[in-house]
């Protein structure tokens, strides 16, 4: 059971990167599937989140309006498109998984599974 975030890089501000997570030994959609950062010196937060199958997305307030996720069901995945990234974007970028259902599942403690994390550098 393991997940794999891919996708992140170095970008000019207000460019655009497209998270991927990918899930092998188990689907994606039995589970809520989040994106989680931390950048140095500060805690993990929640970016956002989709529910199971039957729907229902979270953001944060500072992605809102920037960034989307989604998911596909034919390559086991879930994406997240962030565009006009901001420096402040700059951190690690975790996807996991949890049981939980939304809205309750804001806390990193309720996921289970993470992926190893992507870089996200936003810099001119």
């Known amino acids: 059971v393991q997940l794999q975030a891919s996708g992140g890089g170095l970008v000019q501000p207000g460019g655009s990167l497209r998270l991927s997570c990918a899930a092998s030994?188990?689907?994606?959609?039995?589970?809520?599937i989040g994106w989680f950062r931390q950048a140095p010196g500060q805690d993990r937060e929640l970016v956002s989140c989709?529910?199971?199958?039957?729907?229902?997305?979270y953001y944060g307030n500072s992605v809102k309006t920037r960034f989307t996720i989604s998911r596909d069901n034919v390559r086991n995945s879930v994406n997240l498109q962030m565009s006009r990234l901001k420096p402040e974007d700059t951190a690690t970028y975790f996807c996991a998984r949890t049981r939980r259902t939304l809205p309750g599942a804001r806390e990193p403690g309720l996921y289970d599974v993470w992926g190893q994390g992507t870089q996200v550098t936003v810099s001119s």
């Open positions: 030994g188990f689907r994606l959609d039995d589970y809520v």
């Open positions: 989709i529910g199971k199958s039957e729907g229902g997305l």
